[in-house]
Nanobody
Framework: VQLQASGGGLVQAGGSLRLSCAGS????????MGWYRQGPLNERELVAT???????NYANSVKGRFTISRDNARNTVYLQMNSLKPEDTAVYYC???????????????WGQGTLVTVSS
């Protein structure tokens, strides 16, 4: 199972970016998908998650500015980021919780990360 993230870049404060992360490989289903980020001096932290049902969860720091969504047919998760702030600068990673086969086991996979830089 592979996750390919894209969409990062350089943007001015107040601007917007949209991240995408597509899952590929052999698996039965993808349960939770999410975005995490790691700034230059910080540990990796949760940004937002979305269940297969569509239920979402956000970090307080991004509520009202970021929107997570997914396309189950394309095994893709998106992160629409609006009103970006310099403190949003980080490498953004996608994560997926995957059921590979008919067993009850779930497996966690990470994408390679995409850099978001917000200038003031």
């Amino acid at each position: 199972v592979q996750l390919q993230a894209s969409g990062g870049g350089l943007v001015q404060a107040g601007g917007s970016l949209r991240l995408s992360c597509a899952g590929s490989g052999r698996f039965l289903s993808i349960n939770r998908m999410g975005w995490y980020r790691q700034g230059p001096l910080n540990e990796r932290e949760l940004v937002a998650t979305i269940e297969a049902s569509g239920a979402t969860n956000y970090a307080n720091s991004v509520k009202g500015r970021f929107t997570i969504s997914r396309d189950n047919a394309r095994n893709t998760v998106y992160l629409q980021m609006n009103s970006l702030k310099p403190e949003d600068t980080a490498v953004y990673y996608c994560k997926a919780i995957v059921r590979r086969d008919a067993s009850a086991a779930l497996h966690q996979y990470w994408g390679q990360g995409t850099l978001v830089t917000v200038s003031s």
